[in-house]
């Protein structure tokens, strides 16, 4: 197998090229590897897609960055059979990676090279994927501060959504549109306070928004929360933070989780939704389940969420996606 990593130089603190290349030349086992740094947005996705329309052995590319370095490198591997997917974990947020119980174990570089694949499902959009979430109402104000303050010192950085949320709680707290679920209309008066459909669990850095969701039942998690008071939303918010708002009674008249195939979001002019963390545009979409679209390699040190739940599908890549 080919082991490709695609570098982001601008995501997180430090350009993990030298590290990278210093582990995989320590290897014990050698493997043919290349390693490529992106020049620039929307760039990892055209160089995985180009790579993979002239190479037809196998070949595993590794996204090291943030979420949105992920985001491309899955846009490039979907629909190309020989191609698969594994992360370094080098930005800011990394929410996908903490459904394996975190970052570190995927920097272990000799594990990583050597870890086992996974068939797990993706969200689609028209014709753009997202392996984390789909989210919109305060998380869409959220997401469009952390945009604007994500490199910035102190308010930055691991910080930048909680910055985001301290703005979205002056301008965000409610938010016109339409969610329905497999048909079913969730929010008949037509306002929420957020909304995420989940294909992982975590969102923010730490918000563990979906935690019943797994990432390779061929479903998608959906938390809508209704509007609510500030004072409520300061006494709920840690336990949200936590995931522990599908077991507390206190959010039983608040929130609406369900699971589906099919979401679809009806909303006015100016509307924004958050697709792994792009900010989007739109009045009318549909976001779906593509069933086993990818395999990732899973560390061996990896602990997913939520433990003995997690259970891989059994279909073949090629019978169980259409693209």
């Known amino acids: 197998m080919k082991h490709v990593f695609v570098i982001n130089p601008a995501a997180g603190k430090e ?11 320590a290897l014990s086992t050698p493997v043919d590897y290349e390693l490529y740094v992106t020049k620039g ?20 590319f590794y996204a090291c960055g943030g979420d949105g370095t992920l985001n491309e490198v899955v846009n490039g591997v979907v629909g190309h059979p020989n191609a698969s997917l594994g992360c370094y974990p080098s930005g800011s947020g990394n929410d996908f990676v903490k459904y394996y119980g975190g970052k570190e174990v995927f920097f272990n570089v000799e594990e990583l090279v050597g870890a086992e694949e996974e068939s797990i499902d993706l969200m689609r959009v028209g014709d753009r ?39 979205a709680l002056i301008k965000g707290m409610r ?51 209704h509007c609510i008071s500030h004072i409520t939303f300061a006494r709920l918010v840690g336990v949200y933070t936590k995931g522990g708002h599908l077991e507390d009674p206190r959010f039983q008249k608040h929130i609406e989780y369900r699971r589906g195939r099919s979401v679809r979001i009806e909303a006015p002019e100016g509307f924004l939704y958050s697709f792994d963390g792009e900010l989007i545009p739109d009045t009318d979409f549909t976001v779906e389940v593509v069933p086993a679209a990818i395999r990732f390699a899973v560390p061996a ?7 003995d739940l997690h259970q891989p599908l059994k279909q073949p890549l090629d019978e169980a996606v259409t693209l």
């Open 15 to 25: 350009n993990p090229y030298e590290t990278i290349k210093a582990a995989l030349e």
């Open 41 to 60: 947005r929307g760039d990892a996705t055209s160089f995985v897609k180009n790579y993979c329309e002239s190479f037809r052995d196998a070949v595993r």
């Open 129 to 167: 994927y997202a392996i984390n979430a789909t989210h919109f109402g305060l998380d869409s104000c959220v997401a469009k501060v952390m945009m604007n303050v994500r490199r910035k010192k102190i308010i930055g950085g691991k910080n930048a959504y909680t910055t985001g949320v301290a703005v």
């Open 175 to 225: 938010t016109a549109c339409r969610v329905t679920v497999d048909g079913e209309l969730l929010n008949p008066k037509g306002k929420i306070l957020l909304c995420t459909v989940a294909n992982g669990q975590y969102v923010g850095g730490s918000f563990r928004c979906a935690p019943r969701s797994l990432d390779n039942d061929g479903m998608l998690e959906v938390c809508l929360v």
């Open 301 to 307: 040190s990896a602990k997913p969420l939520p433990g």
